[in-house]
């Protein structure tokens, strides 16, 4: 039997999965927009690939839907700027 302690713990490494992961693809977007030649197709696998990632992390109850929503939408803001620029 677990104690409480080690449910926590258990329960933290899960989150913990999630949250890298979702911080790993934001990062991985930023460092692509940072060089000179963008493809819109990489882009938007990146951004699926990004999207896909914090729905999981809101269905499991990781983040708040609401944090979810918003960096979805700042993901979008940003790709949109791009298009524009285009």
Known sequence: MLTQ??????????NRKYKTLIKN??????IYLKEKNL???KIKELSAKAQSSLNKASNKGVIHK?????????????????NINK
């Not at 609401?66 to 803001?77: E, M, Y």
């Open 5 to 14: 302690k080690e449910k926590n713990q258990k329960k933290q490494s899960h």
């Open 25 to 30: 693809n934001f990062r991985e977007i930023e």
């Open 39 to 41: 493809q819109i197709e």
């Open 66 to 82: 609401n944090k979810a929503a918003r960096k979805t939408k700042s993901l979008h803001v940003l790709i949109n700027k791009l």
